[in-house]
């Protein structure tokens, strides 16, 4: 398995970028930007969040 590097990611913006994710409004640079943080093979069906 290959190492991978550390990144440092502000909360409310991961959490806003995966907000408009979820509504399919991200710029594509950014859909895929989200999906390799998250090890995404295609998009998310299911919201990504949990709902409390």
Do not use: F, T
């Not at 290959?2 to 950014?30: C, G, K, T």
């Not at 989200?34 to 069906?45: D, G, H, I, Q, S």
């Amino acid at each position: 398995m290959a190492a991978r590097s550390l990144h440092w990611v502000n909360s409310p913006v991961l959490l806003e970028a995966l907000e408009r994710y979820e509504q399919r409004r991200l710029p594509r640079s950014m859909q895929l930007w989200v999906e390799a943080m998250l090890e995404l093979k295609a998009p998310a069906r299911e919201p990504l969040r949990g709902h409390c």
